[in-house]
T-cell receptor, first 112, second 109 residues
Framework: EAQVTQNPRYLITVTGKKLTVTCSQN?????MSWYRQDPGLGLRQIYY???????DKGDVPEGYKVSRKEKRNFPLILESPSPNQTSLYFC???????????FGPGTRLLVL | GQQLNQSPQSMFIQEGEDVSMNCTSS?????WLWYKQDPGEGPVLLIA?????ELTSNGRLTAQFGITRKDSFLNISASIPSDVGIYFC?????????FGTGTSLTVIP
C-alpha cells in the first residue's frame, strides 16, 4: 500500500530535550516536506527536500533541522524543543513539487 | 511568508445546499490546490489547478484558478453529510507551498 508513515504519532517532551520525528514514504517520491499545523494558522511549511541531499527552508524553519540521506526518509529534528513548537506536524511527499502531495497521518507534539 | 486569506472561516449548511469558498493571496502563484482534512488525518488533495483561468471539476466539486493568479474558489454542489471537514486552499510559488487558514464545513442532515 502506498503511504507516508510518521513516528511517533504522539509525543510529550520537555523543553531542551532533543527529539526526532521520522517520516518514511514507499512511493519513490523525490519531493518531501514537513509542515506544522496550528489553530487559526493553517499549515505552514517548515522544510522541504527536492531529492537526496537537497534540502531547503520553508516558511518557518527556525528551531528545526532536517536531513535527506535516503530517498524514502526525511526526519525532522528538534535540537532544543521549546513550548512554542507544540503543534501538529505533517510530513508529505510527491514525485515533484508539481505533483499531488500525499500527507502522513500527523504527529502531535507537546513541549512542556 | 506569503499570506493566503481564506473565507469563510466556517459554514453551517443544510444537506443538499451548494457551498462556495474562496482564497486570495497578496502574491502570484503557479499552482492552486484544494485539500480536505478529516479529523485526525492529514489533508487529501481534491483538485489541482495549473493555469490562470482554469476551471476544473471533480464530481460535485468545481474549482477555478483566478485570472490574476492571486485567487481561487471552490464550489461544492448538493452537499452531503460526508462533505463535513476542513477545506484548505494552497498555492505553490517556486518549490514552496503556502496554505490558507481553512474553512470548517458542517452539513446538517
Amino acid at each position: 500500500e502506498a503511504q507516508v508513515t510518521q513516528n511517533p504519532r504522539y509525543l510529550i517532551t520537555v523543553t531542551g530535550k532533543k527529539l526526532t520525528v521520522t517520516c518514511s514514504q514507499n512511493m519513490n517520491h523525490e519531493y518531501m516536506s514537513w509542515y506544522r499545523q496550528d489553530p487559526g494558522l493553517g499549515l505552514r511549511q517548515i522544510y522541504y527536500s527536492m531529492n537526496v541531499e537537497v534540502t531547503d527552508k520553508g516558511d518557518v524553519p527556525e528551531g528545526y533541522k532536517v536531513s535527506r540521506k535516503e530517498k524514502r526518509n526525511f526526519p525532522l529534528i528538534l535540537e532544543s524543543p521549546s513550548p512554542n513548537q507544540t503543534s501538529l506536524y505533517f510530513c508529505a511527499s510527491s514525485h515533484g513539487q508539481q505533483e499531488t502531495q500525499y500527507f502522513g497521518p500527523g504527529t502531535r507534539l507537546l513541549v512542556l | 511568508g506569503q499570506q493566503l486569506n481564506q473565507s469563510p472561516q466556517s459554514m453551517f449548511i443544510q444537506e443538499g445546499e451548494d457551498v462556495s469558498m474562496n482564497c486570495t493571496s497578496s502574491s502570484i502563484f503557479n499552482t492552486w490546490l484544494w485539500y480536505k482534512q478529516d479529523p485526525g488525518e492529514g489533508p487529501v488533495l481534491l483538485i489541482a489547478l495549473y493555469k490562470a483561468g482554469e476551471l476544473t471539476s471533480n464530481g460535485r466539486l468545481t474549482a477555478q484558478f483566478g485570472i490574476t493568479r492571486k485567487d481561487s474558489f471552490l464550489n461544492i454542489s448538493a452537499s452531503i453529510p460526508s462533505d463535513v471537514g476542513i477545506y484548505f486552499c494552497a498555492g505553490r510559488a517556486g518549490n514552496q507551498f503556502y496554505f490558507g487558514t481553512g474553512t470548517s464545513l458542517t452539513v446538517i442532515p
